[in-house]
T-cell receptor
Framework: NAGVTQTPKFQVLKTGQSMTLQCAQDMNHNSMYWYRQDPGMGLRLIYYSASEGTTDKGEVPNGYNVSRLNKREFSLRLESAAPSQTSVYFC?????????????FGPGTRLTVT | GQQVMQIPQYQHVQEGEDFTTYCNSSTTLSNIQWYKQRPGGHPVFLIQLVKSGEVKKQKRLTFQFGEAKKNSSLHITATQTTDVGTYFCAGKRANAGGTSYGKLTFGQGTILTVHP
């Protein structure tokens, strides 16, 4: 099992460009999450999907959109990138949503917006 | 909204010294999870505490959940260089429902450096 995979690993964008971050899991998990990590800020939830067909906003959703393509895949889209979106993005999954289930994280995407 | 604060933000220790990080929530938590992130890596789940006053041990690591379920701590005895990394706590407000159901709030993390 690969666990949670993310593509790309690194990306540099110019302000105003768009891109989609891809995430897939092969653990048959129902719930998936997108976080961003900035120095001194911990992990902040952008969006999550409790189950296939549902998505909900997290703590910092502005400037992002998500798509739960199927049970395995959950993508994050930046429509018009801004320097404030420079960050490390982590995708995670868990068996079910809620606090009782550990989250498994992907390796991350390091995004720089110039 | 719910806030989870961790202290200290940084901790430098000599190998063999003990280390403790503290996690405090602004609201009562239903349970708390701890994660470790190695430099350049991704967070990895360590443990979950559920009961008020619960204490769990993993080799040199001791985790505690406060009686009021609003705070937690992670203590490492006799640190080793392999303990280097960032330690995060994460929790969800007790009785949260609706769109809050799936949301974990992470603390800012404590960055541990161990000098050999």
């Amino acid at each position: 099992n690969a666990g949670v995979t993310q593509t790309p690993k690194f990306q540099v964008l110019k302000t105003g460009q768009s891109m989609t971050l891809q995430c897939a899991q092969d653990m048959n998990h129902n719930s998936m999450y997108w976080y961003r990590q900035d120095p001194g800020m911990g992990l902040r939830l952008i969006y999550y999907s409790a189950s296939e067909g549902t998505t909900d906003k997290g703590e910092v959703p502005n400037g992002y959109n998500v798509s739960r393509l199927n049970k395995r895949e959950f993508s994050l889209r930046l429509e018009s990138a801004a320097p404030s979106q420079t960050s490390v993005y982590f995708c995670a999954s868990s068996v079910l949503a809620g606090d009782s289930y550990e989250q498994y994280f992907g390796p991350g995407t390091r995004l720089t917006v110039t | 909204g719910q806030q989870v604060m961790q202290i200290p933000q940084y901790q430098h220790v000599q190998e063999g010294e003990d280390f403790t990080t503290y996690c405090n929530s602004s609201t009562t938590l239903s349970n708390i999870q701890w994660y470790k992130q190695r430099p350049g890596g991704h967070p990895v789940f360590l443990i979950q505490l559920v009961k008020s006053g619960e204490v769990k041990k993993q080799k040199r690591l001791t985790f505690q959940f406060g009686e009021a379920k609003k705070n937690s701590s992670l203590h490492i005895t006799a640190t080793q260089t392999t303990d280097v990394g960032t330690y995060f706590c994460a929790g969800k407000r007790a009785n949260a429902g609706g769109t809050s159901y799936g949301k974990l709030t992470f603390g800012q993390g404590t960055i541990l450096t161990v000098h050999p």
